[in-house]
T-cell receptor
């Protein structure tokens, strides 16, 4: 069965650079979620989209933005990167308010 | 606001022994409850979920959990663990209206299965 696809799997950026993470949800899923998992931490909700509209917002820094495109894929844009942004970023998708399925994550390292 | 507490940060257990991972939640509304497993350098895989109905929920890989509303708990159990069960386990809640709402996770429990 198709799963949530995230790219890239690994990303190394320098401080103050910009990063773009991509997420391709499971086909027919209408909701996309982004989570951030710091080292040794539990995942923290960042933002979600339902049918291409932002549906909920968590503890997402102002330096971050996200959107969902017409083909339902989503991108998380992160600017002015800081060392503390180093984390595993998960995308998840769901269909009509059922449970969320997670991707493998993108490991971002800021140096 | 909802919160999730996993009472044990680490649980060492011998192979073929039983294991129980404890999870308590607090919420002002009805919730949906989940257990996810995360293997090293992997994503989160859904083990099981409680949405409604029977309070005893069976999941994949021989895991089961029991929802106890009066104690606001959702403990995860497995009668006999394997080495391959070594992983981090997260309890999570989705508040109110739908299972598709954002998840609030507990701090995780690292299970180390010893031979």
């Amino acid at each position: 069965a198709a799963g949530v696809i995230q790219s890239p799997r690994h990303l190394i950026k320098e401080k103050r650079e910009t990063a773009t993470l991509k997420c391709y949800p499971i086909p027919r899923h209408d909701t996309v979620y982004w989570y951030q998992q710091g080292p040794g931490q539990d995942p923290q909700f960042l933002i979600s989209f339902y049918e291409k509209m932002q549906s909920d917002k968590g503890s997402i820094p102002d330096r971050f933005s996200a959107q969902q495109f017409s083909d339902y894929h989503s991108e998380l844009n992160m600017s002015s990167l800081e060392l503390g942004d180093s984390a595993l970023y998960f995308c998840a998708s769901s269909f009509r308010n059922t449970e969320a399925f997670f991707g493998q994550g993108t490991r971002l390292t800021v140096v | 606001a909802q919160s999730v507490t996993q009472l044990d940060s680490q649980v060492p257990v011998f192979e073929e022994a039983p294991v129980e991972l404890r999870c308590n939640y607090s919420s002002s509304v009805s919730v949906y409850l989940f257990w996810y497993v995360q293997y090293p350098n992997q994503g989160l895989q859904l083990l099981l979920k409680y949405l409604s109905g029977s309070t005893l929920v069976k999941g994949i890989n021989g895991f089961e959990a029991e929802f106890n509303k009066s104690q606001t708990s959702f403990h995860l159990r497995k009668p006999s663990v394997h080495i391959s069960d070594t992983a981090e386990y997260f309890c999570a809640v989705s508040e109110g209206r739908a299972a598709g709402n954002k998840l609030t996770f507990g701090g995780g429990t690292r299970v180390l299965v010893k031979p």
